[in-house]
């Protein structure tokens, strides 16, 4: 069975209706469509599991910030938690891109329009980003009269301390209160995170990118304060403590 022919003549031919061009097989295992739109890259692939050769699940990608990948699951909601389908014969093989094709055709096509407008991050709002703008000071000096991290020690002292002070408060319930004490945690944390690098190195944080950014005068990266606190803060929910991730992306 020719699996590249079967894929080009079903979903290839649907995806052309769109502006969408094949584009190669990577890895012997994803097949690759593409396109762009006003300087937007989007690619829609399927992929063949690594480990059973008979799966096989249909995923939707856009370089628009804020939007990533998406599947069958992200769209409709009896499939939330199916990531692959099986494909035995290759007549299944066949009925199986023509489910993947006509998903495009009702569904996909509607979900790549909406994946060419940046979304606002889910906590890195306008409002939130506002509020750490003008409070980002306050904060600073909150956290650091309840958690002493400014000049204790040397910067990276002071970096795993914000990882500490993460690991320790990594537990948090579904109530509203909690996850608002949480939230702002962050917040202070990223205060505390852009002082330290600001008394050390300088430059400037921009708090109108799509996240919070702080420019260094002499380095190339920037460093995203509340992305990095939040990310440090989801691993350690997990019990994940295998990196010291404030200090790794902000050392």
């Known amino acids: 069975m020719n699996k590249t022919k079967i894929i080009k003549d079903t979903i290839g031919k649907t995806l052309e209706k769109q502006g969408f061009g094949y584009i190669r097989k990577e890895q ?20 063949q599991h690594t480990i059973f050769s008979n799966e096989y699940k249909l995923i939707f990608w856009s370089s628009a910030k804020g939007n990533g990948v998406k599947e069958i699951g992200s769209v409709l909601a009896e499939y939330a938690n199916r990531e692959y389908w099986t494909a035995d014969t290759d007549e299944d093989f066949f009925e199986l891109m023509k489910f ?22 889910t906590f890195e709002t306008l409002e939130r980003k506002q509020y750490f703008k003008e409070h980002r000071k306050e904060l600073v000096d909150k956290y650091d009269k309840t958690y002493h ?24 319930d579904d109530s509203y209160d909690k996850q608002q004490e949480i939230y702002e945690l962050w917040l202070g944390m990223a205060a505390l995170l852009t002082e330290i690098i600001l008394n050390e190195e300088g430059g400037k944080v921009s708090y109108d990118t799509w996240k919070v950014e702080i420019k260094r005068d002499k380095r190339v990266l920037e460093v995203r304060p509340i992305d990095t606190v939040v990310q440090a803060w989801l691993r350690y929910h997990m019990n994940d403590k295998s990196i010291m991730l404030v200090w790794a992306m902000a050392r």
């Open 149 to 172: 991290v400014l000049g204790n020690g040397s910067r990276e002292e002071q970096l795993k301390h914000i990882d500490e002070i993460l690991w320790e408060n990594r537990e948090a």
């Open 28 to 47: 012997g295992v994803v097949w690759t469509f593409g396109r762009t739109v006003n300087s937007v890259e989007q690619n829609v692939y399927v992929q």
């Open 100 to 121: 993947f094709s006509n998903f495009i055709e009702e569904y996909g096509f509607d979900l790549l329009k909406n994946m060419l407008e940046e979304k606002e991050d």
